[in-house]
């Protein structure tokens, strides 16, 4: 009975283990096909013409002209052949257009259209079907996701559903932020439900929680999408844990649309599957950058830059030297500090003796108070520019009245009428919570993005489809938030922020200026 026991489970480790090798080949075959690149990072190289121009091929992959489909997309004069195996594995020979026949086509026989441009019987291939040259490994994968082509839907689809997930804090300080969202995602589907679905289909919403560790959260999301069909997720709340999470979106090939997060990664290669809505605290650090520029005893003096010693801070001093270059400012004085070893009064006469107009404090709010109020006790008042802010921030010495700047990516200059009329709406109707309005109006944003992108996709909806509509948003409204606009080399949809200044006369926030791009 034992052995019979150990049979069964060795089979079946053997079927998930062959499943699991199976949808990674599947995986990196769709890559390819889609993209033209390999997901070992190994270049694929496309051959085109009678002179054999090179080409990478993700300038030319197979999607562009047969389709994610396979069945061929005609334009420019040229009809594709339809590529699909119902169509090249017909048990008889086939009669093109030009007259030409050839058997079906086999693994082999595919291997050789790729690679060298014939068909079965070794007749040559229209001189526009590129020849492309990568590894066996790739050669494979790519034969293997062909062999679904015109049948594979990805996950979370059916003629009458489409399934959403988001990832969100349940326990500790974020709790109810997480609940708020929750909430408003929760709401503002079941509208769009009531109004027919997006193309009859009904959205579903599934929800993972964040946990202690960036590994453990990624953990999270991992097992929702190996227990769940989810085809899509949308204002995944990631802070903190990018580095993990991020890559399993691009690993999944699942698109992940407005995710929470301070710090968007838009390094090369950019991760083509997860679509910012703002700049992050990066982008707002150049946008305080563009505005210093624009005061001329700053321009003349140049900045200096305060800052605890992190690695978030460290992106941030690359961000501002960035823009201190595009704005022709000088090199700035840095001064780093270790966390819990701020020296106020130390840091003022440093300071003071380069003679800077303005200081970037890159650390705690209590941090920046502390070198305010000895700053004012030698009747210093530099421009001081804020990475983080709280209500303290009214505390400040008199002598710094609207001296104080920080960057905000929203105002209440994108909020139309309209906008605002239905948030306000759904939020009655809904009972939405009263706190974290700020977050809910992003993940409404988030959503309404998502929804768009759907909409634009059409009712043959796939993830790849999908992200080619969202890299076709222009200037897209969403009442409440900046102006999104997304391309194939643009993932953040709203690069720049507006500054605001801290009238500590009257204790509030006032705006100074207009939206600032830095694209």
Known sequence: MLACVGVLVGSAFQLSTAQENLEARLRRGRQIYVSGASASGKAILAYIGEQSLELPASSMPCANCHGLDGRGKPEGGIDPSNITPEFLTKPYASTQAYQRKHEPYTDRGIELAITRGLDPSGNKLLTVMPRYVMTREDLSDLIVYMSRLGKDRDPGITDDKLVIATVLPARGALAEMGSAVRAVLTAYFEEVNNAGGIYNRRV??????????????????????????VFAFTCAFIAGAEKEVLPLFSEKQVPLVGPITLFPQTTLPLNRHVFYQLSGVVGQERVLTKFAATKS???NTGIAIVSQENENNALLIEAIRTQITKSGLVEPQTISYVPGTFDAAQTVRQLRQTNRAAVFFLGPSQDSLSFMQSAAESS????????????????????????IFMAFPTSPADQTADGMKEFRSLAAKHQLPTKHVAAQISAYGAAKVLVEGLKRTGKDLSREKLVQSLEGLFEFRTGLTPAVTFGPNRRIGAIGAYVITVNLKDKQFLPISGWIDID
Do not use: C, H, M
């Open 297 to 299: 005893e700053i321009k």
């Open 380 to 403: 210093w008042f530099p421009y001081v520019f804020l990475s983080e802010v709280d209500a303290e921030i009214f505390s400040a010495p008199a002598g710094f009245d609207e001296r």
């Open 204 to 229: 579903e919403l599934r929800f993972a929680e964040t946990a202690d560790t960036p590994a453990a959260t990624r953990k999270s999301i991992e097992s929702l999408l190996s227990s769940e069909q």
